[in-house]
């Protein structure tokens, strides 16, 4: 049973399009986070959402736009594409904002060409 | 904000002992994390201290001094599968009662024969 999943696995691309990446998970948990991780390895929280409500919003461009549209999914909308947008992104849940654990899916790697 | 140092690299011997470190400097503290992730994986939670001292799991411990804005990873009896990079994180409150963890760049264990 895969507890956080995310679609698609890998995701290539050409500069100036607009992609999307879906994140599931089955855990029961109300809050969810989208994470990037950069070629040097630095992994970067950008957005979380407790029950549909976002309470993270860390300095991302607004080309990056993330839905939930109900607590088990928080998807990441991408428009207008750019080569620094290249990264793994991680997709995450915890049971509640101030639980001690998160769990991660297993990623998505997004090429920018 | 938050400044987070470790290592870049380590190597080790399988069966040895290995120590990360892991120095922050955080606003508003509220727990340290330690991440492993296998390359093209996601990041697993191993360990978590709030209070001062050391927290054992098995072959892993994790230490906690929040004076000195510091912590270390322990790692015994090596074995090849350890090798990976570790991932120091610091929380912080946020308002609005959610969390932020903050990753240091992870640093990358090579467990050698």
């Known amino acids: 049973d895969t507890a956080v999943s995310q679609t698609p696995k890998y995701l290539v691309t050409q500069m100036g399009n607009d992609k999307s990446i879906k994140c599931e998970q089955n855990?029961?948990?109300?809050?969810m986070y989208w994470y990037k991780q950069d070629s040097k390895k630095f992994l970067k929280i950008m957005f979380s959402?407790?029950?549909?409500?976002?309470?993270i919003n860390e300095t991302v461009p607004n080309r990056f736009s993330p839905k939930s549209p109900d607590k088990a999914h928080l998807n990441l909308h991408i428009n207008s594409l750019e080569l620094g947008d290249s990264a793994v992104y991680f997709c995450?849940?915890?049971?509640?904002?101030?639980?001690?654990?998160?769990?991660f899916g297993p990623g998505t790697r997004l090429t920018v060409t | 904000g938050q400044n987070i140092d470790q290592p870049t690299e380590m190597t080790a011997t399988e069966g040895a002992i290995v120590q990360i470190n892991c120095t922050y400097q955080?606003?508003?503290?509220?727990?340290l994390f330690w991440y492993q992730q296998h390359a093209g994986e996601a990041p697993t939670f191993l360990s978590y201290?709030?209070?001062?001292g050391l927290e054992e799991k098995g072959r892993f411990s994790s230490f906690l001094s929040r004076s000195k804005g510091y912590s270390y990873l322990l790692l015994k009896e090596l074995q090849m599968k350890d090798s990976a990079s570790y991932l120091c994180?610091?929380?912080?409150?946020?308002?609005?009662?959610?969390?932020?963890?903050?990753f240091g760049t992870g640093t990358q264990l090579k467990v050698e024969l």
């Open positions: 995450a849940s915890s049971r509640d904002p101030l639980s001690y654990e998160q769990y």
């Open positions: 959402y407790n029950n549909k409500e976002l309470i």
């Open positions: 201290n709030v209070l001062d």
């Open positions: 955080t606003s508003g503290f509220n727990g």
């Open positions: 994180a610091v929380r912080d409150l946020i308002t609005g009662g959610g969390n932020k963890l903050t």
């Open positions: 855990l029961g948990h109300d809050t």
